[in-house]
């Protein structure tokens, strides 16, 4: 039951941790995306919904739109959507995420115009549509970031889950076998009491060394090897 219940401990806390990135997670995502928006080369001052007056530059929102969809996808919709197979509210979602700003984009491109909002939507700075548009990479590398990133942790999961079980289960034959030990160890000193006392001396002294090296190693996963050297020639006694 100690160990189930270690177990559902290492579990929540393992689910809770994964809705949020690690401060060094965060730190290295904005290195990498710092990076990334570096090399695209974006004008930034030149206007953001004219493509015509930036000519083979790439738009300034679509570059900030690729990593904002992998962020909120990544840690927000995948968690809470993807994993507990909430395919509505995932979609919902999506669609919130990536077409709602799309068609905001193109409402203030287009200024009321019906014909330029539908040229906006199919046009080269369109974060749905354009060739090179950032919906689909984002999607791609959050669903692949994602999938690693909870396959390491599910292994180191299992890994804490097996070190905590060895550790319980050392505990609990421990305690089976020193009772044996001492009653054993104390049915052999009461037969040298009565045929050799000096002996029986060296054999409570040699008793008493093991007895409190195993109290002071329970707790220990390692211990120096002057100590175990000495704790087995004790035990041979």
Not at 29 to 40: D, H, I
Not at 147 to 171: A, K, M, N, P
Request: proline content about 5%; aromatic content about 14%.
């Amino acid at each position: 039951d100690k160990i189930h219940g270690d177990d559902q401990g290492i579990m929540q806390s393992h689910h809770h941790t994964d809705l949020s990135p690690s401060r060094l997670e965060w730190i290295l995502m904005a290195l990498v995306w710092w990076f990334f928006l570096a090399m695209v080369q974006v004008d930034w001052g030149a206007p953001w919904f004219e493509p015509n007056l930036r000519p083979n530059r790439p738009a300034p929102l679509s570059a900030l739109f690729l990593p904002l969809v992998f962020l909120v996808h990544t840690y927000w919709l995948i968690p809470r959507y993807v994993r507990t197979r909430q395919w509505g509210r995932y979609a919902l979602s999506l669609i919130a995420l990536c077409v709602l700003p799309e068609l905001i984009r193109a409402g203030m491109y287009s200024n009321g115009s019906a014909a330029t909002f539908r040229q906006a939507l199919v046009g080269r700075d369109s974060l749905l549509f354009a060739t090179l548009s950032p919906v689909t990479p984002a999607l791609l590398l959050s669903f692949a970031y994602r999938f690693t990133r909870d396959w390491w942790s599910y292994q180191r999961r299992i890994e804490q889950l097996e070190t905590q079980r060895l550790r319980q289960e050392v505990q609990a034959l421990k305690a089976q076998i020193d009772p044996h030990f001492l009653f054993n160890n104390l049915q052999a000193l009461d037969e040298l009491i009565s045929s050799d006392r000096e002996d029986a001396r060296t054999y409570l002294s040699a008793l008493s060394n093991t007895c409190r090296y195993l109290i002071q190693s329970a707790n220990r996963e390692l211990v120096p090897w002057s100590e175990e050297r000495t704790f087995v020639q004790d035990y041979l006694h």
